[in-house]
């Protein structure tokens, strides 16, 4: 079993930053992909960014893409979520998530682990 724990979040205005933190124990994280999900209220969760085991290569929604930047410390069984820009819409829970690899958590398929979420509100 891997147990996440996510933090970080909290309110913002638009045009600020937050950066997430989701920290793993138990089984180490390190042979696992990572990722970010998030789920507005009303709305499905979707995907927002995944990292592969060794953080070579990454994966973003298009809607984050050059405002979001993923990553890991194998050292620290961390992975962080920086994310600059905020507007509204990317108002949700945010959630970390371990799987098979970084490409299929892509599409929603191989997770394996779920964190609790942690809460981001951007204001306008």
């Known amino acids: 079993q891997v147990q996440l724990v996510e933090s970080g979040g909290g309110l913002v205005q638009a045009g600020g930053s937050l950066r997430l933190s989701c920290a793993s124990s138990?089984?180490?994280?390190?042979?696992?992909?990572m990722g970010w999900f998030r789920q507005a209220p009303g709305k499905e969760r979707e995907f927002v960014a995944t990292?592969?085991?060794?953080?070579?290569?990454?994966y973003y929604r298009d809607s984050v893409k050059g405002r979001f930047t993923i990553s890991r410390d194998n050292a620290k069984n961390t992975v962080y979520l920086q994310m600059n820009s905020l507007k509204p819409e990317d108002t949700a829970v945010y959630y970390c998530a371990a799987g098979t690899d970084s490409q299929s958590m892509s599409t929603m398929r191989l997770i394996n682990y779920w964190g609790q979420g942690t809460q981001v509100t951007v204001s306008s």
């Open positions: 138990g089984r180490t994280a390190s042979p696992y992909a």
């Open positions: 990292i592969s085991t060794s953080g070579a290569r990454t």
